[in-house]
């Protein structure tokens, strides 16, 4: 009774850290900077636990990719980036990478102006590697082993997938969270206008 116990909650975990259980999320287009509540530590936390809001200066920081190249998002400067936070143990994540690969990375992977970056929470290359490979992504992999980039833009505990779409100078101009398709084809459709 108490492994059975051990292996519920674990299981639980898993689902909260990946956002639980896929919910409609067409409410949320653009997050609004109204704020839903102050942390602990005086940090402003916005809907969807971000700590980042649209219209905010993206925080800056470098990490290396799986291919071994390291990846500075300020060195990004005059392009759209996309980020995507992701990890193998997400199932939402799972499901939302295929579609960011062929609707969003096989189109625009040519264009000198997008750049669009995964970032692994938590999780080695050995453990990222399957994973990729079973979800058939080829766009670029980053390893935030740590979780600390992706504290940066949410608190550190919540829950993922997230994307966040940055402009030329560094600005967050939407920000997602869990995938639905609705808001997906809104986050597509801004990346096209952002790169006509």
């Given at each position: 009774m108490?492994?059975?116990?051990?292996?519920?909650?674990?299981?639980?975990?898993?689902?909260?850290?990946?956002?639980?259980?896929?919910?409609?999320?067409?409410e949320?287009?653009?997050?609004?900077?109204?704020?839903?509540?102050?942390?602990?530590?005086?940090v402003?936390?916005?809907?969807?636990?971000?700590?980042v809001?649209?219209?905010?200066?993206?925080?800056?920081?470098?990490?290396?990719?799986?291919?071994?190249?390291?990846?500075?998002?300020s060195?990004?400067?005059?392009?759209?980036?996309?980020?995507?936070?992701t990890?193998?143990?997400?199932?939402?994540?799972r499901?939302?990478?295929?579609?960011?690969?062929?609707?969003?990375?096989?189109r625009h992977?040519?264009n000198?102006?997008?750049?669009?970056?995964?970032?692994?929470?938590?999780?080695?290359?050995?453990?990222?590697?399957?994973?990729?490979?079973?979800?058939?992504?080829?766009?670029?992999?980053?390893?935030?082993?740590?979780a600390d980039?992706?504290?940066?833009?949410?608190?550190?505990?919540?829950?993922?997938?997230?994307?966040?779409l940055?402009?030329?100078?560094?600005?967050?101009?939407?920000?997602?969270?869990?995938f639905?398709?609705?808001?997906?084809?809104?986050?597509?459709?801004?990346?096209?206008?952002?790169?006509?």
């Open positions: 108490k492994n059975r116990t051990v292996v519920l909650f674990l299981a639980g975990m898993l689902l909260a850290a990946c956002g639980g259980t896929e919910k409609n999320t067409s949320v287009k653009e997050l609004e900077p109204a704020v839903a509540e102050v942390n602990k530590d005086s402003t936390v916005y809907e969807h636990d971000y700590i809001k649209v219209g905010d200066m993206a925080p800056d920081f470098t990490l290396d990719l799986i291919d071994g190249t390291k990846f500075t998002l060195e990004q400067r005059g392009k759209v980036v996309m980020l995507q936070f990890a193998g143990w997400c199932g939402v994540c499901k939302e990478m295929p579609f960011i690969e062929s609707e969003i990375w096989q992977k040519g000198s102006d997008f750049v669009l970056v995964g970032i692994d929470r938590e999780e080695t290359r050995e453990e990222i590697l399957p994973f990729i490979e079973k979800v058939g992504t080829t766009y670029p992999i980053a390893m935030d082993t740590n980039v992706f504290a940066s833009y949410a608190l550190r505990n919540s829950g993922i997938t997230r994307n966040v940055i402009d030329r100078d560094g600005k967050i101009v939407m920000l997602t969270r869990l639905e398709e609705e808001e997906f084809n809104n986050l597509v459709k801004k990346i096209d206008d952002m790169l006509k």
